[in-house]
């Protein structure tokens, strides 16, 4: 493959993509032509855990290469010390010129305090963005102004937007399964603007130096707002439905009870018929379409530039999506759907012996370390992160031994074919799944006699030394702030 010695890298990264609804993963109906392309060109990793299914923790853990419980954003209510080190500061400092465009999430959007991305500049900055382009999730853009929000102004569409979008933020009393399309073009549709704008800062491109470039789609996340013509690819087609629809087992009482009921509450499982199921993935899969054109559209414009066979191209997203399984929406929960990511890398120019797949164990902030090797960045201080070049360049195994995620004070530990999942303040165990038997995970089988010596070994070798620091926690969670 051509690879120069400084070359440019283009990080894509969708917001609520799951893992497995590409064509190149398998998935039997999505159309991701371009995406798929990536892939061929590339490699993929399938077995890639983001180490927080949440957008803020995730992308926390990306930045900074470190766990959740180190960085401390384990809900969407704080953000990462503005000192903290980060891969992007160390691509700056390796002489990149790093930007961003899209939502980027890593400040919170809710409370008001900030009525337009360009008063978040500084903190951008701070995490060594020296371009930020910063717009906000869907549903923030109701309150939150960008470059995105004006373009709706100027197009007199910006208050239809509001209405539309507004009337399905959390608890305004739309279900949060409707997936009535929004009243606009796909040319106007948020991720179709997001493709266009990367297009257009790559073709007026001045800076000589090698740029990193990191894209946020703020969809496919809720609300499922395809419009109505991105979803004519899907009229009369049946898709297919989750693998398993049978409820999560509620414990009955403790934390991890309220974990789950609170978010089947929040992802509206009582109203998750299998034809409400269809058309929310028939919304998620023409957004997930809408974001593969604007894939192609960006591809396109590195070719006509020159700087296709010059630049890595990354496609990830910060969190899964459970979309139906169990008859639940949304993430938040550490089954697979939920926190499984897709992770593509196209080197440039391609990859000279053809396409492949890795089934290895990865954790997504290795990404951040791999970016850094290839990029001849410096390391991070504290990072957690193990670069996958070894991986993509020599076939080099780039398992680990055990994958770790968490949000609300709760982590998963996920080695083998078990996944076991706690609650941090007391360590008390509250799944256990053995994914080679029941790898739709709909048992649990945390009080099962036989699994007593796997979840005594589990929390004896993986979890009592991981939470043997104190995590950061500046705030009260969600379980203090449900028994306060």
């Given amino acids: 493959m051509h690879m120069s010695s400084r070359p440019n890298i283009l990080l894509l990264m969708a917001d609520q993509h799951r ?25 993929r990793f399938d077995r890639v855990y983001c180490q927080g299914p949440l957008c803020m ?29 980060t891969f ?50 869907k549903l923030a ?32 009393g739309t279900p949060v399964w409707n997936s009535d399309p929004i009243p606009l073009s796909e040319a106007d549709y948020v991720d179709a603007w997001h493709g266009r704008r ?35 690819l899907y009229d009369g087609v049946e898709l297919p439905m989750p693998g398993s629809l049978m409820l999560p087992e509620l414990p009955g009482s403790g934390p991890f009870d309220m974990f789950l009921k609170v978010f089947m509450e929040h992802g509206g499982t009582k109203g998750l018929t299998d034809s409400v199921i269809q058309d929310v993935r028939r919304a998620y899969y023409a957004d997930v379409s809408v974001i593969d054109r604007a894939v192609g559209e960006i591809l396109d414009a590195l070719d006509r530039i020159g700087q296709l066979d ?69 390391p991070v201080q504290g990072s957690e992160a193990r670069s996958l070049l070894p991986a993509i360049e020599r076939g080099v195994p780039c398992g680990r031994d055990v994958i770790i995620s968490e949000n609300y004070g709760f982590a998963m530990f996920r080695e083998g074919r078990y996944k076991l999942v706690v609650f941090e303040d007391d360590s008390l165990p509250g799944q256990l799944f053995d994914l080679e038997e029941d790898p739709l995970e709909e ?5 099962a006699p036989a699994a007593s010596p796997i979840v005594e070994r589990m929390m004896e070798e993986r979890v009592r030394p991981f939470l043997a620091t104190s995590p950061q926690r500046p705030h009260p969670g969600l379980i203090e702030r449900l028994t306060a």
């Fill in 88 to 137: 992007v500061s160390a691509l700056r400092e390796a002489g990149y010129q790093t930007g961003c465009i899209g939502k980027m999430h890593l400040w919170v959007h809710g409370g008001g305090s900030t009525r337009h991305t360009r008063e978040r500049i500084d903190d951008l900055e701070a995490y060594g963005f020296e371009q930020p382009i910063e717009t906000v999730g």
């Fill in 198 to 232: 990367v297009v257009d800062w790559l073709e007026n491109r001045k800076d000589d130096r090698p740029f990193f470039q990191w894209v946020g789609f703020p969809g496919p996340h809720d609300p499922w707002d395809a419009p109505r013509a991105s979803r004519e």
């Fill in 443 to 447: 048992r649990n089988l945390i009080d």
């Fill in 19 to 43: 893992a497995d609804i590409l064509g190149c993963a398998g998935d039997p109906v999505v159309a991701t032509p371009n995406i798929d392309r990536l892939a061929a060109e590339g490699l």
């Fill in 310 to 378: 010059d630049t890595w191209i990354i496609y990830t997203s910060d969190h899964g999506e459970m979309m139906g399984e169990h008859r639940m929406l949304m993430k938040m929960v550490f089954y697979e759907p939920s926190v499984r990511v897709p992770l593509i890398v196209r080197p440039p120019g391609g990859r000279s012996r053809g396409a492949g797949v890795i089934e290895d164990l990865v954790e997504q902030l290795d990404l951040a370390a791999t970016l850094r090797e290839l990029a001849g960045a410096p």
């Fill in 141 to 172: 853009n109701v309150g939150i102004g960008s470059e995105y929000s004006e373009y709706l102004e100027q197009r007199g569409l910006y208050q239809a937007y509001r209405e539309h979008v507004g009337a399905r933020m959390y608890r305004r």
């Fill in 57 to 85: 923790p995730a992308r926390a853990s990306l930045l900074t290469e470190r766990y959740v419980r180190d960085h401390g954003v384990f809900e969407n209510q704080s953000q990462v010390n503005l000192g903290t080190p």
